[in-house]
Every structure is written in structure tokens, then in C-alpha cells.
């Protein structure tokens, strides 16, 4: 029987037209991600690519003495692998689940086939990975040019678009750890976030209470990300506009 929810959960599988999806939908399961969950490390070969559902998958780059540092995040928009398609069997950077949901998973030879037969997926898939690339060369500069506190409000942002709600599950030394910086920058900067009422920090739990007011205090990164996501992913339902209502709705 066909999951036809797999095709509306995530935004690049609801990009494709019928007969390239029934061509995938034989080999694509579903599968629980905890938080913290490792999907690979660095240098892993990788088997399979992530489609996340609810779950948000964080790129990390790994230093020899253990630092690390966010690279890009992946939610409901994207694929986690894009390195297997763009002739790489593996990459130098650890994915980990940033929040805990579920996601579709498809073996790395069948993304393999799909993708050089040349078609809608290819091209789709390159439109992607030139976003990715983007929020990556944006965070680097963002981390070398921007406050821990404007920092924190991109990071902030960038998760929210990809959560069903408002609220993130994640402690100060997990932030600190994905931003690269100390973690008394990141208590510091989410006490200031709290007293301006923007965030309710609470037993590792963010919730987020005023957005327009976190989008007023980041910097341009998180404008430069989000516009060219939504430039090159137009035709991608959940990038597109799909509202969080909607997105729970057509899963069911």
C-alpha cells in the first residue's frame, strides 16, 4: 500500500510529480528520531538520506579536539545527504537530530538511480542543495561577523520554520555546542531575549512568545537565507506557504 503521507510530510517528496514518486514510494520507510540522535558521523559512508517530517537534523562540523560548530539545519524543506547525490560517498561533517520527530527514509542507491536518470528530481534536488550551500556560507559569516545574541535569534528563527509550534527542547550547552561559542554567551544572550519578552527560557525548554520581535533584532543572515530558499524551493509546498495547520492535517 502506497504511504501517500510520506508525499505531504515532507516538502521535496510533495514536489514530485506521481510516476517518479511511485517509483521511490516502494523503498521509502518511516523512521523515529530522538533527540541527539546521530544520523552519521564524519567520514561515515552513507547508505541512506533523511527526509524530515518533524524532526530537525543539525549539520555539524567536528573539530580533532572535539568543538563543534552548526553548519546548516534541515527540517521538513530539505534532505539529509545531499553529499551522496553530488558524487560523494561520504562527507566531513556529523548530522544530529536537533528535535525529536520522525522523518522518511529512502536507501542511498535508489536516490542514486532517480537522481542521474536526469529528470524533475535532479534538477529539484540541485535547487535545494545551492540553498543549503547558501545557509551554510551564511552562517560562517554570521559567526565570525554577528553577536552571540543575534546568533541566537537567526538560530531561533531558522528552527521555528521548520516546528509544527513555537516551542524548541534544547538546553543552553546544546545551543552553545551548535553555535561554537561558550555557553555563558548563550546564557547571557537568552537572558536578554527573555527580558525584552521575546523568549520564555525554562528547564530546557525556548519558547518562542514574540517572533516580529526576534525578526527586528537578528541580523540580515536569517533574511538571506529565508529568501533564497523560498526563491529557488518556489514550486515546494511546505517553503512555499503551507501553514503548520495545514501540514498536520494533510498527514493525517
Known amino acids: 500500500m502506497t504511504d501517500y503521507s510520506a508525499a505531504n510530510a515532507n516538502g521535496l517528496l510533495a514536489a514530485l510529480t506521481q510516476p517518479v514518486w511511485q517509483r521511490l514510494t516502494p523503498h521509502i520507510s518511516r523512521i523515529e528520531l530522538p533527540l541527539g540522535k546521530v544520523l552519521y558521523e564524519s567520514g561515515d559512508v552513507l547508505t541512506h538520506v533523511y527526509f524530515p517530517a518533524t524532526a530537525i537534523v543539525s549539520m555539524l562540523y567536528v573539530m580533532e579536539n572535539g568543538a563543534s560548530a552548526e553548519i546548516a539545519v534541515v527540517g521538513y524543506e530539505g534532505v539529509v545527504g545531499v553529499s551522496l547525490f553530488m558524487g560523494g560517498e561520504s562527507t566531513p561533517s556529523r548530522a544530529v537530530v536537533q528535535s525529536a520527530g520522525y522523518a522518511y527514509r529512502l536507501p542511498a542507491q535508489v536516490l542514486k538511480r532517480e537522481f542521474h536518470l536526469g529528470g524533475e528530481l535532479q534538477r529539484l534536488f540541485l535547487r535545494y542543495t545551492q540553498a543549503l550551500l547558501t545557509q551554510m556560507a551564511q552562517t560562517a559569516v554570521c559567526n565570525r ?108
Not at 541580523?219 to 515546494?236: A, S
Open 145 to 252: 561577523h554577528h553577536s552571540i545574541d543575534q546568533q541566537l535569534c537567526r538560530w531561533l528563527l531558522l528552527s521555528l520554520d521548520r516546528l509544527l509550534g513555537n516551542e524548541l527542547v534544547m538546553t543552553q550547552e546544546l545551543i552553545a555546542n551548535m553555535l561554537g561559542v561558550r555557553r555563558s554567551g548563550v546564557t547571557e544572550a537568552a537572558l536578554k531575549l527573555q527580558q525584552a519578552g521575546l523568549i520564555r527560557y525554562s528547564r530546557g525548554r525556548i519558547t518562542v512568545l514574540d517572533r516580529p520581535g526576534l525578526e527586528h533584532r537578528t541580523c540580515e543572515c536569517y533574511d538571506v537565507v529565508k529568501k533564497e530558499y523560498e526563491r529557488l524551493l518556489i514550486n515546494v509546498p511546505t517553503v512555499a506557504g503551507q501553514s503548520a495547520t495545514e501540514r498536520i492535517i494533510s498527514d493525517e
